[in-house]
C-alpha cells in the first residue's frame, strides 16, 4: 500500500502541523510502513476468532456494597494540622 505525499499533506493540514521537507519525506515513508503492516494483518482469517476487548476476561472485581461502621471523628482529624474537634481548621481565602 503507497500513501502518497499529498495524503501525507493533507492529514498534517487536518492535524494543524507544518512539517519541512524532511519531515514529510519521513512521515510519508514511516506511514507506508505502518499502512503496509495492517494491510498485512487483514490477511489472517479471523472468522473463529472472539471479539475481544481485554486481554484477560475479569469478572466485577468490587466488593459488595455492605453498610459499615464510620471512622470516629477523632482520628479522622487525628492527621490534621489544625482542628476545632469537630472540622480542621483552615485560612480564611477572600
Known sequence: MNISREEVEHVASLSRLN???????RMTGQLD?????VAKL???????????????SNQNAF???EVQESLPRDEALAN??????EAFVVPKII
Open 19 to 25: 512539517l519541512s521537507e524532511e519531515e514529510l519525506v
Open 33 to 37: 510502513t505502518i499502512l503496509s503492516y
Open 42 to 56: 487483514d490477511e489472517l482469517d479471523t472468522r473463529g476468532v472472539a471479539p475481544t476487548t481485554h486481554a484477560f
Open 63 to 65: 466488593r459488595e456494597d
Open 80 to 85: 490534621g494540622p489544625k482542628q476545632n474537634g
